[in-house]
């Protein structure tokens, strides 16, 4: 049940009223007509921008539109008084049946929330892919759980998601990580390989790369020319690496449907599908040979001013045209990702959503005008970049880690503070803010750890059921009991206050959604957490406020029913976070 939708559809009923009867022109655009909560609780339950959304349409001011808005919404059952403010909002108050109806539909549905915005449509998220080069650092930790929890959330909404990681497993860096992996091989054959050289990965993770080459081929390899043992040493390399994420993945949590390789783009005799993708390109005038301009700010001894295959990038809104094979006749990165996002579309993937790191910014108009010219303008593309993440410990940096050589993995960070403490907090701040994420911290229990904050209210709501049944050992506290009650009973103001909080569950998932944001989900857990605490605490001083009162046995019910909704509400939330919901905390 959500509140807002079935009051906007009143309104729209009104503004209909108002057209229908000549008081307002036909055919106004509503589309920026919304229902919402009113910025002060004080003001209503809802708000809208109706009047100042279409007054200059209408050609009149905001406020005698409003006027006329609720003079239609004047007989309606569920409005117990509305309220024009500022220079048009509209404020409605509802009357205490209609939250209660609302808490009731949360005792009674455990899918609370859940929407068909979606309705059905096929979406591709692609998050993580990071190279296959070393262990998953806490920056790749940030995009993984954002592009998890985002498509939790859209499919909570009613989208058909899958989701995908590519794969890098083409080009320079994983020649690198197999001459890196070779030197291991030796070192496992007993040689003494000295420093690691400038230009491979020092790290220690590929020592059990190099062991198994050694065990599969002896000292064979030794024999062979680079040209001979870099493509087996490579795959070998990629296969470990992946197999080390994919299991960093599991412990995090983060689940992918789909594991795309990039080479598989290449493969095929002739550049497969990108060479294939040039040439359709070539074919429907989106490229053609030229020269471009030096870049900005770079000096021209590093420009190499020659002939180029260029994509007709400005033409889909990019600042330049851009090349797609180098000087060595090999693809660039960007033909292969053109090729890649036109597989998404080939394989039925209108609307694609790529979560990146934040140094992939000046990556994304190019690859949004890539999309739009080889699907047609059929395809769209949102890039999510996500921010830094700055490890500290106590306020201070944390030191690089030993395994991979030059960062600290994410393995070490979930090993140290837990799965769910990193993914809470990794969605606690939007994306593209940068992320403070402090060890000691996250671990604290106290309401300054969002994380442990939300997790208690929730087993805080399973020991009142424990409470409940102690004092009332025949009580029913099914749903569909709870559902009966009396819910008229709550009529404390941090009661009410909850019920709201409540009530605009569905309105902030499917806004969620719409926006590509899940860090609205963990917000909104954490303001129905403090409210809930805050009942607690009011409970504690005030004993005829408490959740379990053994001498109202109506009262008793009708609280539970509030704690029912708020336990199913963070169960719901926090699993679309992918985050624990505990039945008790010590």
């Not at 230009?199 to 790369?209: A, E, I, R, T, W």
């Not at 005799?269 to 900005?296: F, H, N, Q, T």
């Amino acid at each position: 049940m959500n509140i807002f939708d079935v009051f906007h559809e009143r309104i729209a009923s009104a503004l209909a009223r108002l057209e229908s009867s000549g008081r307002l022109p036909a055919g106004l655009d509503a589309s920026r007509v919304v229902v919402e909560p009113p910025r002060d609780a004080a003001m209503g339950d809802l708000a809208t921008n109706a009047a100042m959304a279409l007054a200059r349409d209408a050609g009149t001011n905001p406020r005698a539109l409003a006027d006329l808005i609720v003079a239609e919404l004047r007989d309606d059952p569920d409005i117990a008084g509305t309220d024009v403010a500022g220079p048009g909002f509209i404020n409605i108050r509802l009357k205490p049946a209609v939250l209660s109806a609302v808490l009731k539909a949360a005792v009674s549905d455990p899918a609370f929330g859940r929407s068909a915005i979606g309705a059905g449509t096929p979406v591709n998220v692609e998050y993580v892919s990071a190279n296959p080069t070393g262990p998953m650092h806490v920056g790749h930790g940030r995009g993984a759980v954002f592009g998890d929890a985002l498509s939790s959330l859209l499919a909570f909404a009613g989208f058909a998601v899958t989701r995908e990681y590519y794969i890098n497993d083409a080009g320079a860096q994983v020649d690198v990580l197999a001459r890196s992996a070779f030197l291991r091989y030796r070192e496992a054959l007993g040689e003494d390989i000295g420093a690691i050289p400038e230009g491979l990965y020092p790290g220690d993770y590929l020592k059990p790369v190099g062991a198994a080459l050694a065990a599969a081929h002896g000292r064979d390899l030794l024999a062979k020319a680079e040209a001979e043992w870099l493509p087996l040493v490579r795959q070998a390399a990629i296969d470990g690496m992946m197999a080390m994420i994919r299991e960093d993945l599991a412990v995090l949590g983060v689940q992918h449907d789909v594991f795309f390789s990039e080479r598989s783009l290449q493969d095929g005799g002739r550049g497969g599908e990108v060479a294939a993708l040039i040439a359709d390109m070539k074919a429907r005038d989106l490229v053609y040979e030229g020269r471009l301009p030096p870049p900005k700010g770079q000096p021209v001894d590093d420009y190499e001013d020659r002939e180029q295959t260029l994509f007709r990038a400005t033409r889909f809104g990019d600042d330049v045209d851009r090349p797609l094979l180098k000087s060595d006749g090999s693809f660039t990165y960007f033909a292969s990702d053109i090729a890649y996002h036109r597989s998404k579309y080939a394989r039925g993937f209108k609307e694609m959503i790529d979560v990146w790191g934040a140094d992939h910014g000046g990556y994304v108009k190019r690859m949004q005008a890539a999309v739009k010219a080889v699907t047609g303008g059929e395809g769209r593309l949102d890039v999510k970049l996500c921010q830094l993440v700055k490890l500290m410990r106590g306020g201070e940096p944390v030191k690089m880690s030993k395994r991979s050589g030059d960062f600290v993995t994410l393995r070490e960070v979930i090993d140290e503070v837990g799965r769910d403490a990193v993914r809470f907090m990794m969605l606690f701040r939007k994306n593209d803010a940068t992320l403070e994420f402090d060890l000691a911290k996250v671990i604290e229990q106290s309401k300054d750890n969002p994380v442990f904050y939300v997790q208690y209210a929730h087993a805080r709501c399973a020991s009142v059921f424990r409470q409940a049944a102690e004092a009332f050992p025949d009580l029913d506290a099914g749903a569909g009991a709870l559902a009966a009650a009396d819910l008229s009973l709550l009529d404390d103001e941090g009661e009410v206050a909850i019920v709201k909080l409540v009530a605009q569950y569905p309105r902030l998932i499917e806004a969620a959604a719409a926006a590509h944001e899940p860090h609205r989900v963990a917000f909104y857990l954490y303001d129905l957490a403090s409210a809930f605490h805050s009942l607690w605490n009011k409970g504690k001083d005030s004993p005829q406020l408490r959740f379990v009162n053994q001498t109202d046995r109506n009262m008793t019910l009708a609280r539970l029913a509030l704690v029912h909704a708020v336990r199913t509400v963070l169960a719901s939330g926090l699993s679309i976070l992918g985050v624990g919901a505990p039945q008790e905390m010590r």
